[in-house]
């Protein structure tokens, strides 16, 4: 809260128009340098909501969020005294009187005026783009009459290949249309990628399915009031019924033209290094500035400009000079990074280094200085992991390794290529480009102040709250900080527990203790917390198999605690195993009469199984008791445990079949049900290299072949889509059966909490050989242990569900409310295509 | 607030073994919902509202409890909002506090403080 120093009068009056991505970080800015309160905020916004975060636009497809997106809610402005106006465009702009006036009438004045007017998609004038079904790409708004058009549509025509583009055509794909991209000019990205980076690009991207036409020049969008084809300059033709047009975009100095502003003679409002227009008392910033001949497309340099009219308004003298375009992207799927000097321009002489790998889709680009001992820039296609480490060697001149192409090799099993390690940096080099936070800040935090985990440095300094690119980053500087001081790096559970999941694994074992009070009170300290209890209770469950409720049901996390997955609303849903997808007509038709009964939502998996959601949860225990009747168990869906084993038909019935993919599939599910892991564990068993199981995309998948099963290890779907690798050839089902217990066990006993099988090998020392190494060859000589211990575990195994169907004492806990039978008053469900589905009053307005 | 100077009434709940220890039930007094936790490794009993201001779920008795520097707090079971059982503050964000009531307990009932 502002203190009353100054009075209302006296305060200087900062109008801002245009409540976007930098109109807002001007706000957030300046308010931190404004607690005399000399100043009184007012900011203008055009659209209907609050600023929002418009690099993630395309994740509102995703999540369909709004919330989310959203930069600060409305409560923020009001609790800092901000008054905001949204859904009033500025009309005119008086610089004599020092006045804005809105189109609702509405007239201000300012002491300092600052336009934050971003811009607009610029539509190119092509015949035909005033038809219905024909959009741009820049607002909620547009998202929102996009995804509705889209029901109706089947082939999307993206106009322009730039970074905007290929964002609309990962939208429209992802909306179920077909898409094609057609750009101008002969190559993607023509700024950001050179010849080979931008076919890189081209053949990652139709790999995706994507369909990519160069050198194309639009002459007409045909159809009858809503677009049907795409006539081109060539004489051919695309049939699309809708069209996104991102064909770059108009800086919106309409308002400053209109008032006298200097403007340029292609658009955007002239400003000098201070970021003042002509005239003195009226600044620009963010897309709508055009500085030194530039309109900076990016929002970091809008933040970096905010930045200097707050540090000149409070009496500083900052200038903005020129900044750096580095950026790296994910387009569609495909990792794409632009960096320094890309093109290898800006020297005489300097020498370019290439990886252009076919196979894999990468290409990677480096420049190089003529005398070999500077970075310059470069390219990043398909790969960009070494992006923020080149960035950084790039701009802080760092000397280089005596062959370069070390530098972008990547990763090697076990060894990494950049050799660089963060830590050595200079203080002031960038680690946050977005915050533009430096190194030596996020390490005096570590060593100064102890922050010793990434959420208090992201909370402290807002570093990686943006594009989260230096994540990994911040990540090693923690961990080579504390390294450097000699402490020891373990990566421990919590405050409670100064032990490592591992250890903690240990101590369970040996001393077998089974009960989290007696961990706790014996090896740890408080009483703890939401981290240390579900990582023992899985540990415990991995220790012993025990049931998980059985006085521990507390400490389970509540899809645990309830054996269910809980849903929005507080409804539970219900997965019985179907082992590999088999499942008898007698047992659909109990799945079926069973959601009937309950009026449960069914819905196919993409585990191959059968899911009834709406559950209440004093339903769960009769719901279970019927299905276990009907010899179903528990899916264990609900766990970090074994979810299922995919399988194909197999050679039963397909004539490409070597094995019977499905009765082995059955037999590893069953074998591996209920185990529990640090984290999921899925697998498939495919009868062909056709792959129809994904196995590869498992942590453990089966492949027949002419003379056994292949087995790969460690792949996933998920947010980190890896493939698993091939861990042995040819073995027979026993030895592959062997291999399996020794590699999940493995996993088991030393992967960190909620570390997949991918995460887990990618941090391993030595990596896929020395997996091998151990799994294989027994290199560590605990290949029998590991077996052993897997036995045990397989010997004890039983159905939890059938467990508390059949204990009155555990059944109890499935309730409401403990004084009353009642179900929660406040479920509510509406229908939606013929079933029922959640229909609670808190997230209404986000659940359309 | 959590002290017991305001409370007009003591609502008689439910017996305390009802609760599961280190965890949290859910109470139905009239319209409303009271999460209340017994907090045996402390020997200490809490209660707040049942509904997260977060999405409004009903579900913060079916949160998992335990403590950061040694304040007592819920964890959501949605998103794991922590709040604090003691001022009802919301410890990992900015989500608005929840009520919370006093709790007694006596002849091995459970009541909880309204005001
Ligand atoms: C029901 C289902 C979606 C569907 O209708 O198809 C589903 C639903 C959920 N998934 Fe999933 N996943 C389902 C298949 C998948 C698949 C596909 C598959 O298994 O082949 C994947 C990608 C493959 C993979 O895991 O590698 C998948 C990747 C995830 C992830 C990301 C994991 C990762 O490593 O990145 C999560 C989040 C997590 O586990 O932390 C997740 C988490 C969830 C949760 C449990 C989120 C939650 O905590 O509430 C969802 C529970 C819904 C519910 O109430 O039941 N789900 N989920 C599928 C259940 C399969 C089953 O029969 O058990
Ligand atoms: C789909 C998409 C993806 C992107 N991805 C990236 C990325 O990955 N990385 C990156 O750096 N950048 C990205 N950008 C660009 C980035 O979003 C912009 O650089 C940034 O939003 C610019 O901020 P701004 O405040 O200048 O403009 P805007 O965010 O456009 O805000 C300007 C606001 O002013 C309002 N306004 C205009 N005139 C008036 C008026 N007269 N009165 C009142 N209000 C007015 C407008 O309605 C608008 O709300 C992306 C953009 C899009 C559309
Ligand atoms: S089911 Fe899986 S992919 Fe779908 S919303 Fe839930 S977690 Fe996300
Ligand atoms: S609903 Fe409670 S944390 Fe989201």
Redesign the interface.
Do not use: Y
């Given at each position: 809260m502002t203190s009353n120093t100054v009075s209302d009068s006296q305060k200087k009056h900062i109008v801002i128009v245009g409540n976007g991505m930098v109109g807002y970080k001007f706000c957030e800015k300046l308010l931190k340098k404004n607690d005399k309160g000399d100043f009184r905020i007012t900011i203008f916004g055009e659209e209907t909501r609050p600023a929002y975060d418009r690099v993630h636009l395309s994740a509102y497809f995703e999540d369909s969020s709004e919330e989310d997106l959203q930069l600060a809610p409305i409560e923020w402005y009001k609790e800092n005294g901000i008054e905001l106006h949204t859904g009033e465009l500025i009309t005119e702009l008086d610089r004599d009187n020092q006045t804005v006036t809105s189109q609702k009438g509405r007239t201000v004045s300012y002491d300092k005026l600052i336009l934050a007017t971003g811009s607009s998609a610029f539509v190119p004038p092509i015949p035909g783009v005033e038809k219905k079904g024909v959009f741009v790409y820049r607002t909620i708004e547009d998202l929102d009459a996009i995804t509705n058009y889209a029901k109706k549509a089947s082939k999307a025509a993206v106009i322009g290949g730039g970074l905007l583009g290929l964002e609309a055509a990962k939208s429209a794909m992802d909306l179920g249309l077909e898409t094609s991209v057609i750009e101008f000019a002969p190559r993607l990205m023509p700024r950001q990628l050179d010849e080979i980076g931008a076919q890189a690009l081209k053949s990652a991207l139709e790999d995706f399915n994507l369909e990519i036409l160069l050198n194309k020049n639009t002459k007409q969008i045909a159809g009858n009031g809503t677009p049907e084809y795409l006539d081109f300059a060539d004489g051919e033709r695309l049939d699309a019924d809708m069209v996104i047009i991102s064909a770059g975009i108009r800086p919106r100095d309409e308002l400053a033209k209109k008032a006298d502003l200097e403007v340029g003679e292609r658009g955007g409002i002239v400003v000098n290094d201070r970021m003042e227009t002509n005239d003195p008392n009226i600044f620009a910033i963010g897309e709508s500035a055009l500085h030194r001949g530039m309109i900076y497309g990016l929002v970091a340099p809008g933040y970096e400009m905010a930045d200097v009219v707050v540090e000149n308004l409070t009496g500083g003298d900052e200038e903005f000079t020129e900044f750096d375009m580095s950026t790296k992207l994910k387009l569609v799927g495909v990792d794409v990074a632009s960096f320094g000097d890309a093109f290898g321009e800006t020297e005489e002489n300097s020498k370019k280094v290439i990886i252009d790998n076919k196979a894999k889709g990468v290409y990677k680009r480096i420049n190089i200085s003529e005398d070999g001992k500077r970075l310059l820039g470069g390219m990043l296609v398909g790969d960009a992991d070494d992006y923020n480490m080149l960035l950084q060697i790039a701009k802080n001149g760092f000397s280089l390794p005596p062959d370069p192409i070390d530098l972008i090799i990547g990763e090697r099993d076990g060894e990494t290529g950049a050799g660089q390690k963060v830590y050595d940096f200079p203080d002031d080099s960038i680690i946050c480009s977005c915050e533009s936070v430096t190194k030596g800040e996020i390490c005096s935090l570590i060593e100064e102040e102890g922050m010793e985990d990434i959420d208090s440095i992201k909370g402290c300094t807002k570093a990686g709250t943006g594009c989260s690119g230096c994540v990994p980053m911040l990540d090693d500087l923690i961990t080579q900080s504390m390294k450097a001081r000699g402490k020891e790096v373990r990566k421990v559970i919590c405050?409670h527990f100064d032990y490592t999941r591992q250890e903690l694994y240990d101590l369970i074992k040996v001393k077998e203790i089974h009960t989290y009070?007696e961990l706790?009170d014996e090896h740890g300290t408080?009483?703890?917390?939401?981290?240390?209890?579900?990582a023992v209770a899985s540990l415990l469950a991995s220790a012993f198999n025990e049931h998980v409720l059985k006085d521990r049901?507390?400490?389970q996390?509540?899809n645990d605690?309830?054996l269910a997955n809980?849903q929005?609303?507080?409804t539970y849903s219900v997965i019985p195993r179907v082992p590999g997808g088999e499942i008898t007509p007698d047992k659909l038709i109990t799945i079926g009469q069973l959601a009937k009964k309950y009026g449960l939502y069914t819905k196919i998996t993409g585990g191959q199984r059968i899911n009834m959601m709406g559950a209440r949860v004093d339903q769960l225990p009769n719901i279970w008791e019927e299905l276990i009747e009907a010899g179903f168990e528990s899916g264990h869906a609900y766990g970090k445990a074994l979810r299922t084993v995919k399988s194909c038909v197999g050679s039963t019935w397909c004539r490409y079949g070597l094995h019977e993919s499905v009765s082995f599939a059955i037999e590893i599910e069953e074998r591996y049900r209920g185990l529990r892991a640090p984290h999921k564990l899925k697998g498939g068993v495919s009868g062909c290299v056709r792959e129809c199981a994904e196995a590869q995309a498992k942590d453990f998948g089966i492949i027949a072949t002419e003379e056994g099963w292949n087995l790969f290890v460690c792949g996933n779907g998920g947010t980190n889509p890896q493939h698993a690798r091939l861990l042995a050839t040819d073995l027979d089902e026993e030895t592959l059966i062997k291999y399996l217990d020794r590699f999940l066990m493995f996993y088991i006993k030393t992967a960190e909490h909620l570390n997949r099988t991918s995460t887990w090998l990618n941090k391993m020392d030595g990596g896929l050989d020395y997996l091998k190494k151990v799994v294989v060859e027994d290199s560590l000589g605990i290949g029998e242990e590991l077996e052993q211990e897997m036995q045990q575990l397989i010997n004890v195994y039983a159905c939890e569900w059938t467990e508390v169907v059949n204990d009155p004492e555990l059944r109890k806990?499935f309730t409401?409310?403990?004084?009353?039978e009642?179900a929660?008053?406040?479920l509510k469900f509406k229908d939606y295509r013929e079933q029922k589905v959640p229909a609670?009053?808190?997230?209404e307005k986000d659940s359309k | 607030m959590q002290t017991t100077q305001n409370v007009n009434q003591w609502f008689k709940?439910?017996k305390v073994e009802?609760?599961?220890?280190?965890?949290g039930?859910?109470?139905?007094y009239k319209?409303q919902?009271i999460a209340?936790f017994n907090?045996s490794?402390?020997g200490e009993w809490y209660a707040c509202q049942n509904m997260c201001p977060h999405?409004?779920?009903?579900?913060l008795a079916?949160?998992?409890?335990?403590?950061?520097?040694?304040e007592?707090?819920v964890?959501c079971?949605?998103h794991?909002k922590?709040f604090s059982l003691q001022s009802g503050e919301n410890i990992n964000g900015e989500e608005e506090a929840v009520t919370t009531y006093p709790v007694k307990v006596e002849d091995g009932y459970v009541y909880i403080g309204l005001s």
């Open positions: 405050e009070d706790l408080g009483n703890g917390c939401e981290k240390c209890k579900p049901d507390t400490i996390d509540t605690r309830f809980i929005r609303g507080g806990r409401h409310f403990v004084n009353s009642d929660d008053p406040s609670p009053a808190g997230w | 709940a439910a009802d609760f599961p220890k280190n965890g039930a859910c109470v139905k319209d919902q209340v907090f490794r402390r999405k409004k779920e009903m579900a079916r949160g998992m409890i335990g403590e950061s520097e040694n007592p707090k964890a079971p949605f794991k922590a």
